[in-house]
């Protein structure tokens, strides 16, 4: 479209927003009339959206389908969580990592692909058809665990009485942290390390969400074996002395900046078995709702985070960065705490 890198980062901005509002929809649907079903449309959405992406001739469009491409995608993820409790008696945070820790997998490969095809509207049409023909086969092999009562059925007020309301608000606080922990991260930590010319430069970018999977399925699994609340509150004391030690070597020695950085993508398993310890605390009926819309918050902050970031700390984001990820370890510790003492391990229909 020949415009700059700020209109099409829009476009991730967008793609959250649409996440947002999707994930919160299509989480009722599955309340509503089954996981499977919930899923289904979240697969078509972003699949056929992706693939008719690819046609476009305006920029506009382009923000427009992007959006609906964040509708669908974004609440198969939540949608997923759901699946997963009901459906595993152990190793639920094991798994739960081992989902949110594809998220690093899924950057490796769209910089593959990105390489071997450098035509972006044919690589949207090959992960769209992609993504279409084997979401579909997957999804025939999912358990429905639920059953199919209407919109009318479920008491989606139930997340804002008694003892959920609580919850629904830790646990808001707790993921929105972890998101504006994490897109920032991942977003400008590259731009920045870019800007500091360093060596081997190609290497790191390899290397971190390498990190990034091996640090998220090992936080699963310690929650499994340590407790999800405990563990929690480990990985947010990391996550707090690593964003400190960002701020001082950002201004201090930036060549080794990328040792808090490689640290700041370990300690972003913050975020590892969030979705699955969320649901764990809704019952059934409102569990794939709950889990999206816990997610609501951190998947607007998500969308605006880097481009502020960038925005306000241009000359050096690695102290843009350094505070915003000190401030999200702070309120994950809080959260954690308050929230690891007033829910229960799991609630049962």
Known sequence: FHVGVDVLSFLV??????????????????????????LLISIIMFSVFTIIASFVSTLWVLYLFWFMVGFGVNAENGITY??????????????GGFLQGVYFAGLLLDAIMA??????????????????????????????????????????????????LLVTVLSTVLVASAFLYTIPLVSLAPTYLDALKLPGLGVWLTVLPLIGILAYVVAGYASDIYGR????????????????TLLVVSQ????????????AYFSSSIFAYLGVWVSELYPTRVRATASNFTFLLGR?????????IAAFFAVNLGIGLGY???????LAFISTVMLGRRAPREVHD
């Open 252 to 263: 201090t020695f930036p060549s080794y900046a990328v040792v808090p950085i490689a640290l």
């Open 82 to 95: 759901a699946v997963v409790i009901e459906n595993w008696r152990s190793g639920r945070g094991l798994m």
């Open 115 to 164: 390489e071997l095809i450098r035509d972006w509207r044919l690589m949207l049409l090959m992960v769209g058809l992609i993504s279409l023909i084997s979401s579909l086969i997957a999804v025939m092999f999912v358990p429905e665990t639920t059953h199919r009562v209407g919109i009318s059925g479920v008491h989606y007020s139930e997340l804002f009485r008694g003892s959920l």
């Open 324 to 330: 915003v990820l000190m401030i999200c370890a702070i």
């Open 229 to 244: 609340a405990d563990v929690l509150m480990m990985l947010s004391l990391v996550a707090l002395v690593t964003a400190i």
């Open 13 to 38: 901005t967008l793609s959250f927003i649409g996440g947002a509002v999707g994930g919160v929809v299509l989480g009722m649907v599955a309340d509503a009339y089954g996981r499977r079903i919930g």
């Open 300 to 308: 607007l902050l998500g969308g605006v985070g880097p481009p502020l």
